[in-house]
């Protein structure tokens, strides 16, 4: 998540900027402001020094950027005092300066005289003066939408006087992104780079906007920046938050000394240091940044929210609150640390704190989306019911809750018991779970904005994930999504929330396979040709595929691959080296050393060996598989068999696409994707009329594929027809876990245990259907009754029938029913 | 629901007891694509045979006017104009006496705003204001209009009145997207909505069914609900009921039923006590009446079945 850097998004203030990067600048001021532009930070003041008292401006910005503050507001202080023509950008400057300081008070009083001025006369005033305006309302203008407003026009009207101009289209942008407006923002970089496409500042917008909007270019985009300005300090803080997300530690800490050798005045250096010192466990390395902080901030708030922010995304919440909770108490009044506070205290669940501490953050920022999105959703959750069931406190939409916790409590139990003994490590209880009716409140509640591709979160002992109903029947398996986010609890638990994000993940997919078959991602065509291919990650980069993937499978490609990592480690090494080298990175080893002290091994031999233990493991698959080229689709003989097959049932021969089939089958029996032979195959069998036979062969794909709704609703109707009700059951209670809202499955489920004689299931069955909402409810209870009566229980039938019958007492079925059990009744018997 | 006496309810079909007759108006607008025409058409169908087989309406007093008379003439009276509607209430009018129970039910397209919202028809679209005109003779009969048509919402306001219950498909007018009350609806109403399982279906029971069903329809589908049934009278919804299945023809049937109808009667008394009761006294009482009523029925099955 960005952290909103408002105060380090730089003022480079050349009134100036409109010349594309390449082209000669012609005046003392625009070479003075190509050098800075290109990062040549100690020539440009030379160049300004040189130049006298034509230039002080120049030298002013030229000193604020290399965090030489006193001299800044020396140099810009004579200019402001002056009447030249560029007193007003001076004091805009001295403005933007005062309020990095801290200095609110200062900083209001110099914007005020200028932008009293302005709305006196600023329509007379050349467009230099006019973007001066537009820097003076901008400094008002976190949280205050008159002043981001005012600023916003000013800007405006420079561009209406010059329409040359970079910097006012450069400013709004910045305006427009700390608003959190991407859209509008993302328009007014392009109009910069479609004048100067190498111009550094809008390249870093762009790769703000990126960063904003989840999308992964945002490294890359960074990068160019850096290429055409290293010295541009909000690059490099970027550039360092984002190697912080891949959690390449070292990378963001020289960062962070990057930013302090051009401007050691600068909070983003100050915090890339602190969090990699603090994330390391380096409490004197903290300490020093933190007082490197102080020295330059007097209440520096936003430090602290910034590294509580980056520890957040490290996992380590309750930590992340107490940097937060730091920043709030040198500075009450700020939003960020009020805001990260109050975002990460609800996901360790304390969730009336938090949602005061965002109540506040969201007074003094009304634009933040993230605070305002949270909060509509905690009055959104306020009609969620909460179940508490043994060591689970489940919280689901209303309507919802009493079916889906039927099902996910007794799951989370065996989860639980499962997990311990696993990994030697019972975490705290109650841990809470909450599902959501729709996946962007899920994805508000995760990130703070819609458009999370997850389908659920683990913050340790609360988890968050899509309800059953947010997604259609067949996008995923919310009992092993359950099971997954249950096993960070563990993982994160156990490490101390320090273990990397590619090795939880391997282990929630791993336990996720151990729990029941076809659960947990399994091999693609696709990821066995970029095996092939050599275009999977490299261990030592395995992290990069879950926050920066290069390309759109591989999130997906590096799940599989760590949950392959952790199976070959408990394979070759044991259950007991997974839970040590958990314990190695609570100890805060990082992955080379954990390797090394638990498995003995370095990272590349780790690498080696897990290529010869997947060649050996999918050797028939990758026989049937071409290495990936990184464009195009998969090809080898397996697709080659599987186009042929599928010409030949449209052509209307299955007998011919049959041999075909069955040797893609041999050949890969884990393929799920489009056109599976097992799948083709159990169609031509039933076609044939051989439901056995078919219902077989879907059995053995649905034992592959977690979500596969189609495929198992026709496995469960072969089954029904066949009378196989043991083989009807256990389809049935597999598509729960796909999709369980359907009232018609929870019926057919109980007609299949009541031939089966399972009262357990019927009732439960029978239960479910009334949790559903069928239309007809009181059908719906008298079976629930008469399951009653099968599962030995006459009393509650009773019950339940006169409840029945009270409601609708000309119910025939009903009424035969208690006449049925008056019957059996003893005299003067209940 | 609440139970009523027999007699307060308005019910077709009753062999031995010549009470109110029931009279059914359906009018299937213009359809504008295939789709809807099946759609529209099929649950006039529906409506159409339970009034004939269930609720023991005469042909006579069953007009179906459809947008295309040659699509089902067996059941089709009539196009579905604007002048055919008013000669069709026109002979509703003197068919029945006062007492009798008219339903109306419009299917298709929507239009237009309060007074002004229309029925799409072809030719002329009749306006709620015509309604309104055609229902004036109808006085002191029971009537229901069921505007199931998209954009109907202000038929509730312009139609409603004193022993007319109106219902329609949307909150208002601007509700005019694909509408699926009319198909949930008429299943409820032809079978599905008894939720009490008394034998009938009230238009309240209908109307809560529908209502429910239509949300979970887009609950389900993940969509937006665009569609909010009206209902301009509860109390009088609750009275109006008709039947799920046909009459009896059997003297000793008939009178059990009527037996039967009495003790739900008393349940009902019983269960409006319930609060000012001991538990205990009215789960007894509650027991021994449901016993009473479930032997009835064990009588009427026995009849039946030809059992002595």
């Given at each position: 998540?960005?952290?909103?850097?408002?105060?380090?998004?730089?003022?480079?203030?050349?009134?100036?900027?409109r010349?594309p990067?390449g082209?000669?600048?012609?005046?003392p001021?625009?070479?003075?402001?190509?050098?800075?532009?290109?990062?040549?930070?100690a020539?440009?003041?030379?160049m300004?020094?040189?130049?006298g008292?034509a230039?002080l401006?120049?030298?002013?910005?030229?000193?604020a950027?290399?965090?030489?503050?006193a001299?800044?507001d020396?140099?810009?202080?004579?200019?402001?005092?002056?009447?030249g023509?560029?007193?007003?950008?001076?004091?805009?400057?001295?403005?933007e300066?005062?309020?990095?300081?801290g200095d609110?008070p200062?900083?209001?009083?110099?914007?005020?005289g200028?932008?009293?001025?302005?709305?006196?006369d600023?329509?007379?005033?050349?467009?230099?003066d006019?973007?001066?305006?537009?820097?003076?309302?901008a400094?008002?203008?976190?949280?205050d939408a008159?002043?981001?407003?005012?600023?916003?026009s000013?800007?405006?009207?420079?561009?209406?006087?010059?329409?040359?101009?970079?910097?006012?289209?450069?400013?709004?942008?910045?305006?427009?992104l700390?608003?959190?407006n991407?859209?509008?923002a993302?328009?007014?970089y392009?109009?910069?780079?479609?004048?100067?496409?190498e111009?550094a500042?809008?390249?870093?917008?762009?790769?703000?906007?990126q960063?904003?909007?989840g999308?992964?270019?945002?490294?890359?985009t960074?990068?160019r920046?850096l290429?055409?300005?290293?010295?541009?300090v909000s690059?490099?803080?970027l550039?360092?938050e984002?190697?912080?997300?891949?959690?390449?530690?070292?990378?963001?800490?020289?960062?962070?000394?990057?930013?302090l050798?051009?401007?050691?005045s600068a909070?983003?250096?100050w915090?890339?240091?602190?969090?990699t010192?603090?994330l390391?466990g380096?409490?004197a390395g903290f300490r020093k940044?933190?007082?490197?902080?102080?020295?330059?901030?007097?209440r520096?708030?936003?430090?602290?929210?910034m590294?509580?922010?980056?520890?957040?995304?490290h996992?380590?919440?309750?930590e992340?609150?107490?940097?937060a909770r730091e920043g709030?108490?040198v500075d009450p009044?700020?939003?960020?640390?009020?805001?990260?506070?109050?975002m990460?205290?609800l996901?360790?669940?304390?969730m009336?704190?938090?949602?005061?501490?965002?109540?506040r953050?969201f007074?003094?920022?009304?634009?933040?989306?993230?605070?305002?999105?949270?909060?509509?959703?905690l009055?959104e959750m306020?009609?969620f019911?909460?179940i508490?069931?043994?060591?689970?406190q489940?919280?689901?939409?209303a309507?919802?809750?009493?079916l889906?916790?039927?099902?996910?409590?007794?799951?989370l139990?065996?989860?639980?018991?499962?997990?311990?003994a696993?990994?030697?490590?019972?975490?705290?209880?109650?841990?809470?779970?909450?599902?959501y009716?729709r996946?962007?409140d899920?994805s508000?509640?995760?990130?703070?904005?819609?458009?999370?591709?997850a389908?659920?979160?683990?913050?340790g002992?609360v988890?968050?994930?899509?309800?059953p109903?947010?997604?259609?029947?067949?996008?995923?398996?919310?009992?092993?999504?359950?099971?997954?986010?249950?096993?960070?609890?563990?993982?994160l638990?156990?490490?101390?929330?320090?273990v990397?994000?590619?090795?939880s993940?391997?282990?929630?997919?791993?336990?996720?396979?151990?729990?029941?078959?076809g659960?947990?991602?399994g091999?693609?065509?696709a990821?066995?040709?970029?095996?092939?291919?050599?275009?999977?990650l490299?261990?030592?980069?395995?992290?990069?595929?879950?926050?920066?993937p290069s390309?759109p499978?591989?999130i997906?490609?590096?799940?599989?691959?760590?949950?392959?990592?952790?199976?070959?480690?408990e394979e070759?090494?044991?259950r007991?080296?997974?839970v040590?080298?958990?314990r190695?990175?609570?100890?805060g080893?990082?992955?080379?050393?954990?390797f090394?002290r638990?498995?003995?091994?370095s990272?590349v031999e780790?690498?080696?060996?897990?290529v010869?233990?997947?060649?050996q493991?999918?050797?028939?698959?990758l026989?049937?598989?071409?290495a990936w080229?990184g464009?195009?689709?998969?090809?080898?003989e397996?697709?080659?068999?599987?186009?042929?097959?599928?010409g030949?049932?449209q052509a209307?021969r299955?007998?011919?696409?049959?041999?075909?089939l069955?040797?893609a089958a041999?050949?890969?029996p884990q393929?799920?994707?489009?056109?599976a032979?097992?799948?083709?195959?159990?169609?031509i069998?039933?076609?044939?009329?051989?439901?056995?036979g078919?219902?077989?062969?879907?059995?053995?794909?649905?034992a592959v594929?977690e979500?596969?709704?189609?495929?198992?609703?026709?496995e469960?109707?072969?089954?029904?027809q066949l009378?196989?009700?043991?083989?009807?059951?256990?389809?049935?209670?597999?598509m729960?876990w796909i999709?369980?809202?359907e009232p018609t499955l929870?019926?057919?489920?109980?007609v299949?245990?009541?031939?089966l004689?399972?009262?357990?299931t019927?009732l439960?069955?029978?239960?479910a259907?009334?949790a559903?909402?069928?239309?007809?409810v009181?059908?719906a209870r008298?079976?629930?009754?008469?399951a009653?009566l099968?599962?030995?229980?006459?009393?509650?039938?009773?019950?339940?029938?006169l409840q029945?019958?009270?409601?609708a007492p000309?119910?025939?079925k009903?009424?035969?029913l208690?006449?049925e059990?008056a019957n059996?009744?003893?005299?003067g018997?209940? | 629901?609440t139970?009523?006496?027999?007699?307060?309810?308005?019910?077709?079909?009753?062999a031995?007891?010549?009470g109110?007759?029931?009279?059914?108006?359906?009018?299937?607008?213009?359809?504008?694509?295939?789709?809807?025409?099946t759609a529209?058409?099929?649950?006039?169908?529906?409506?159409?045979?339970?009034?004939r087989s269930?609720?023991?309406?005469?042909?006579?007093?069953?007009?179906?006017?459809?947008?295309?008379?040659a699509?089902?003439?067996?059941?089709?009276?009539g196009?579905a104009?604007?002048?055919?509607?008013?000669?069709?209430?026109?002979?509703?009018?003197r068919?029945?006496?006062?007492?009798?129970?008219?339903?109306v039910?419009?299917?298709?397209h929507?239009?237009?705003?309060g007074a002004?919202?229309?029925?799409?028809?072809?030719?002329p679209?009749?306006?709620?204001?015509?309604f309104?005109e055609?229902?004036?003779?109808?006085?002191?009969?029971?009537?229901?209009?069921?505007?199931?048509?998209?954009?109907s919402?202000?038929?509730?306001?312009?139609?409603?009145?004193p022993?007319?219950?109106?219902?329609?498909a949307t909150?208002?007018a601007?509700?005019?997207?694909?509408?699926?009350?009319a198909?949930?609806?008429?299943k409820?109403?032809?079978?599905?909505?008894?939720?009490?399982?008394?034998?009938?279906v009230?238009?309240?029971?209908?109307?809560?069914y529908?209502?429910r069903?239509?949300a979970k329809?887009y609950?389900?589908?993940?969509?937006?609900?665009?569609?909010h049934?009206?209902l301009?009278?509860?109390t009088?919804?609750?009275t109006v009921a008709?039947?799920?299945?046909?009459?009896?023809s059997d003297?000793?049937v008939?009178g059990?039923?009527?037996?039967r109808r009495s003790?739900?009667a008393?349940?009902?008394?019983?269960?409006?006590?319930?609060?000012t009761?001991?538990?205990?006294?009215?789960?007894?009482?509650?027991e021994r009446?449901?016993?009473?009523?479930?032997?009835?029925?064990?009588?009427i099955?026995?009849?039946?079945?030809?059992k002595p």
């Amino acid at each position: 998540m960005p952290v909103r850097i408002v105060a380090m998004v730089l003022a480079l203030g050349m009134t100036g900027s409109r010349m594309p990067a390449g082209q000669v600048a012609q005046s003392p001021a625009a070479r003075v402001m190509a050098l800075a532009e290109t990062g040549r930070l100690a020539d440009a003041e030379r160049m300004a020094r040189d130049g006298g008292a034509a230039l002080l401006v120049p030298l002013g910005e030229v000193l604020a950027l290399q965090g030489k503050l006193a001299a800044a507001d020396s140099v810009l202080a004579v200019v402001a005092r002056g009447s030249g023509p560029e007193q007003r950008t001076a004091a805009a400057a001295l403005a933007e300066l005062a309020a990095r300081r801290g200095d609110f008070p200062g900083a209001r009083r110099l914007v005020d005289g200028l932008t009293a001025s302005y709305e006196r006369d600023g329509d007379r005033w050349p467009a230099r003066d006019r973007v001066a305006a537009g820097r003076a309302y901008a400094v008002l203008a976190s949280g205050d939408a008159e002043a981001a407003r005012a600023a916003l026009s000013a800007f405006d009207a420079a561009i209406a006087a010059d329409g040359g101009l970079l910097e006012p289209r450069l400013r709004t942008g910045d305006l427009f992104l700390d608003h959190y407006n991407a859209p509008d923002a993302e328009a007014s970089y392009q109009e910069v780079l479609a004048r100067a496409p190498e111009n550094a500042r809008a390249l870093l917008g762009m790769a703000r906007v990126q960063q904003f909007q989840g999308n992964p270019h945002a490294f890359e985009t960074v990068q160019r920046s850096l290429r055409v300005n290293p010295a541009l300090v909000s690059a490099l803080v970027l550039e360092g938050e984002l190697f912080l997300d891949a959690e390449a530690h070292d990378s963001a800490a020289a960062l962070g000394h990057r930013v302090l050798a051009v401007d050691s005045s600068a909070l983003g250096g100050w915090a890339l240091i602190g969090a990699t010192a603090f994330l390391g466990g380096d409490s004197a390395g903290f300490r020093k940044a933190s007082t490197g902080a102080r020295r330059f901030h007097p209440r520096p708030a936003a430090f602290f929210a910034m590294i509580a922010e980056w520890t957040a995304r490290h996992r380590r919440y309750a930590e992340s609150v107490q940097l937060a909770r730091e920043g709030v108490t040198v500075d009450p009044e700020s939003s960020e640390a009020l805001g990260v506070l109050g975002m990460n205290e609800l996901r360790i669940g304390a969730m009336d704190s938090g949602r005061a501490h965002l109540d506040r953050a969201f007074a003094r920022d009304p634009f933040h989306v993230w605070y305002k999105n949270t909060l509509d959703l905690l009055d959104e959750m306020a009609k969620f019911r909460t179940i508490t069931a043994g060591r689970f406190q489940i919280v689901a939409p209303a309507g919802q809750a009493d079916l889906l916790s039927m099902y996910l409590a007794p799951l989370l139990e065996e989860a639980y018991d499962t997990l311990v003994a696993r990994y030697e490590y019972r975490p705290p209880t109650p841990v809470r779970i909450e599902l959501y009716g729709r996946h962007a409140d899920f994805s508000v509640r995760t990130a703070g904005l819609t458009g999370l591709g997850a389908l659920g979160v683990s913050f340790g002992t609360v988890l968050a994930m899509d309800a059953p109903s947010a997604r259609d029947a067949g996008d995923f398996n919310w009992g092993s999504t359950a099971w997954h986010e249950l096993t960070h609890t563990f993982t994160l638990g156990l490490s101390g929330h320090k273990v990397p994000r590619w090795f939880s993940e391997g282990l929630s997919v791993v336990e996720e396979r151990r729990a029941r078959p076809g659960w947990g991602a399994g091999p693609s065509l696709a990821f066995l040709a970029a095996f092939k291919g050599d275009k999977l990650l490299a261990m030592n980069r395995l992290n990069e595929g879950f926050v920066r993937p290069s390309h759109p499978s591989e999130i997906q490609f590096s799940y599989y691959q760590a949950s392959l990592v952790c199976q070959m480690i408990e394979e070759q090494w044991g259950r007991t080296a997974l839970v040590a080298m958990l314990r190695a990175y609570g100890d805060g080893l990082d992955t080379p050393g954990v390797f090394q002290r638990v498995l003995g091994v370095s990272e590349v031999e780790l690498g080696r060996r897990f290529v010869n233990w997947f060649r050996q493991r999918f050797a028939g698959p990758l026989q049937g598989v071409e290495a990936w080229d990184g464009r195009s689709a998969p090809k080898g003989e397996f697709v080659t068999l599987l186009h042929e097959a599928g010409g030949s049932l449209q052509a209307g021969r299955p007998e011919e696409a049959r041999p075909k089939l069955e040797r893609a089958a041999a050949m890969f029996p884990q393929y799920t994707g489009e056109g599976a032979p097992l799948v083709l195959l159990a169609d031509i069998r039933a076609r044939a009329g051989d439901r056995k036979g078919a219902a077989d062969l879907l059995e053995r794909y649905n034992a592959v594929d977690e979500s596969s709704w189609e495929p198992n609703q026709r496995e469960a109707e072969l089954r029904e027809q066949l009378q196989d009700w043991s083989g009807a059951r256990k389809v049935l209670e597999r598509m729960i876990w796909i999709s369980p809202g359907e009232p018609t499955l929870h019926e057919r489920l109980a007609v299949a245990a009541e031939h089966l004689g399972d009262h357990r299931t019927a009732l439960r069955e029978r239960r479910a259907v009334l949790a559903v909402g069928p239309a007809d409810v009181s059908e719906a209870r008298y079976q629930l009754a008469r399951a009653m009566l099968a599962a030995g229980d006459p009393v509650g039938a009773r019950r339940e029938v006169l409840q029945v019958l009270e409601n609708a007492p000309g119910f025939e079925k009903a009424q035969a029913l208690l006449l049925e059990l008056a019957n059996r009744r003893p005299e003067g018997g209940p | 629901m609440t139970r009523l006496a027999a007699a307060l309810l308005v019910a077709g079909g009753l062999a031995v007891q010549q009470g109110p007759a029931t009279h059914v108006l359906i009018v299937s607008g213009l359809s504008g694509e295939p789709q809807y025409a099946t759609a529209f058409h099929a649950v006039a169908t529906q409506v159409f045979d339970a009034a004939r087989s269930r609720w023991g309406v005469s042909d006579s007093s069953l007009i179906y006017l459809a947008e295309d008379p040659a699509g089902d003439p067996a059941r089709i009276r009539g196009k579905a104009t604007r002048d055919e509607l008013a000669s069709a209430f026109g002979r509703l009018t003197r068919r029945s006496q006062p007492g009798d129970l008219v339903v109306v039910l419009l299917l298709g397209h929507g239009s237009g705003q309060g007074a002004e919202s229309r029925l799409s028809l072809p030719g002329p679209d009749p306006s709620a204001a015509d309604f309104v005109e055609w229902m004036k003779p109808l006085a002191g009969r029971t009537t229901v209009l069921v505007n199931a048509a998209s954009g109907s919402g202000d038929f509730v306001a312009a139609v409603g009145g004193p022993d007319r219950l109106v219902i329609t498909a949307t909150k208002s007018a601007f509700e005019r997207n694909e509408s699926v009350f009319a198909e949930i609806f008429a299943k409820g109403l032809t079978g599905e909505a008894d939720a009490d399982k008394d034998g009938r279906v009230s238009m309240l029971e209908a109307f809560q069914y529908a209502r429910r069903e239509v949300a979970k329809h887009y609950e389900s589908k993940g969509l937006l609900q665009t569609e909010h049934a009206l209902l301009s009278d509860s109390t009088l919804a609750r009275t109006v009921a008709l039947e799920t299945s046909a009459a009896p023809s059997d003297p000793r049937v008939a009178g059990l039923i009527a037996e039967r109808r009495s003790l739900e009667a008393q349940v009902d008394a019983l269960r409006r006590k319930k609060a000012t009761m001991d538990s205990v006294a009215y789960e007894h009482e509650l027991e021994r009446l449901l016993l009473l009523l479930a032997e009835k029925t064990a009588a009427i099955k026995a009849i039946q079945e030809g059992k002595p």
